[in-house]
């Protein structure tokens, strides 16, 4: 019985890592928060090519591009979207076997020199490589917008 007690406890705590505790998250001075070191982040506005990643970019007004944008994330499956601003829109994705979280933004700055950005982060809580599935999230999604 008591064996039996600890590897429940045991398997709760392994569990409850899995959902990781989030970065300090959302836009501070115009810019996203930096990708930590480990390759399980992805940002258009990292600095270096293992991180980096082009923004999504867009014609027409910033609110059309949020409403697309909008659109495509709810259709994502395992998705909970935490905050939506007019020109922020954070997403928490799951995954559906282990339960990871990645958290997710999109910032639409402000238009300069009329280039119409949406920024992205991408980035995975817990863990050291997420085997390229944030960049293949934001791919997917920058495809789907383009549609």
């Known amino acids: 019985m008591n ?14 890592g899995c959902s990781g505790t989030m970065s300090k998250l959302g836009i501070n001075n115009s810019e996203l928060a930096a990708c930590p070191e480990t390759p399980n982040c992805v940002s258009s506005q990292a600095h270096d ?8 970019n867009y014609s027409g007004t910033r ?25 922020y829109i954070r997403v ?23 280039e119409r950005v949406i920024h992205v982060r991408s980035a995975s809580r817990v863990g050291h490589s997420d085997l390229g599935a944030n960049r293949k999230r934001i791919e997917r999604i920058r495809s789907r917008f383009y549609k």
């Not at 600890?6 to 409850?16: S, W």
């Not at 090519?49 to 999504?56: L, R, V």
């Not at 609110?63 to 020109?87: F, M, V, Y």
């Open 49 to 56: 090519e293992k991180h980096y990643i082009e923004p999504i």
């Open 92 to 114: 928490e994705f799951t995954s559906a076997l282990f339960r990871f979280v990645d958290d997710v933004e999109f910032y639409l700055s402000e238009e300069q020199d009329d």
């Open 3 to 16: 064996k039996q007690i600890v590897v429940v406890l045991v398997n709760l705590i392994l569990l409850t």
């Open 63 to 87: 609110q059309g591009a949020h409403d697309s944008l909008l659109r495509i994330i709810e259709s994502e499956k395992r998705t909970e979207i935490l905050t939506n601003q007019e020109n």
